[in-house]
């Protein structure tokens, strides 16, 4: 990734910036995901699925970096401690350069296209987060399809596209039921600290169920999570415990079954030896 990052900005200083950016990675979950459609697909060409890749992490790490700065988030980030101004520049030279090079693996306008079209859904998606759109567990569930399901899609459909030249129709939904489950995830995780999400009274899937009230266990946890001494002062298997009586813990498990099914099912039907789809499946489902 530096490398080719070297390659394309020529100002030294904001290299330098972008080097600590890049270096704060830790894992390449949506490389991996572009890889192995790839080449499940059959694709053949390493030096284009190597830019797709490329490209993919760095609009990834671009996008968790507006997300960082929209939401005052994730303050020991490296790009949380420099000025603004300097973050806001180097992450829309990061973005820019993420869309040149996975443009640079195909050369159809169609893949071009494609590509920006996931990147404007997420988006959009994330302007829905900002601005705490979702009303219902319904919307709440649209809204993460777009802006963490597309991001989850991008790799899968385009690693496919780029083997095959053609949008893959069961790849396409089944792709975005990963980024459901991560945010579902993610949501679950965040119920055991006192996140940015219940301080601003964002409405999550674990929140939006809770505002429900449909017991005593509810109110509570309301309760708790608008007390930010309160909740610093609790037992986490206390919070686990009165979590599981509000019936939160169970309902997100279910959601999250549920777009597993969905997933599986749809991986099922593709027309690729058995080998290939537990490969996806096993890549996928950890």
């Known amino acids: 990734?530096?490398?080719?990052?070297?390659?394309?900005?020529?100002?030294?200083?904001?290299?330098?910036?972008?080097?600590?950016?890049?270096?704060?990675?830790?894992?390449?979950?949506?490389?991996?995901?572009?890889?192995?459609?790839?080449?499940?697909?059959?694709?053949?060409?390493?030096?284009?699925?190597?830019?797709?890749?490329?490209?993919?992490?760095?609009?990834?790490?671009?996008?968790d970096i507006y997300d960082d700065l929209e939401d005052r988030d994730n303050l020991n980030a490296v790009w949380m401690k420099i000025e603004s101004s300097i973050s806001l520049n180097a992450v829309t030279a990061l973005y820019t350069l993420s869309i040149q090079i996975m443009s640079q693996a195909s050369n159809e306008p169609e893949f071009s296209q494609e590509i920006l079209n996931f990147a404007l859904k997420s988006i959009q998606g994330q302007h829905d987060d900002i601005v705490n759109a979702p009303q219902t567990e319904e919307d709440y569930l649209e809204m993460i399809r777009n802006k963490s399901g597309a991001l989850t899609a991008l790799p899968c459909v385009m690693g496919v596209m780029l083997a095959t030249g053609k949008i893959h129709p069961i790849v396409v939904s089944y792709s975005y039921e990963i980024g459901i489950i991560s945010q579902i995830e993610n949501d679950y995780q965040g119920l055991f600290y006192l996140n940015n999400d219940f301080v601003q009274k964002k409405n999550t899937l674990a929140y939006l169920y809770l505002n429900k009230r449909f017991n005593d266990a509810s109110v509570e946890l309301l309760r708790w999570y608008e007390d930010a001494d309160l909740f610093l002062s609790l037992n986490p298997k206390r919070i686990k415990q009165k979590l599981t009586e509000a019936g939160v813990m169970q309902y997100l498990l279910v959601m999250k079954h549920l777009s597993l099914q969905k997933l599986q099912k749809q991986i099922i039907k593709l027309e690729l030896d058995e080998n290939k789809k537990q490969k996806l499946i096993s890549l996928i489902i950890k």
């Open 1 to 63: 990734m530096k490398e080719i990052v070297s390659q394309k900005i020529m100002n030294q200083d904001l290299y330098s910036y972008l080097q600590n950016f890049i270096e704060s990675k830790d894992a390449f979950e949506f490389a991996k995901l572009a890889f192995h459609h790839y080449q499940a697909f059959n694709g053949q060409d390493e030096k284009a699925i190597e830019l797709l890749a490329v490209g993919i992490e760095l609009l990834i790490l671009s996008f």
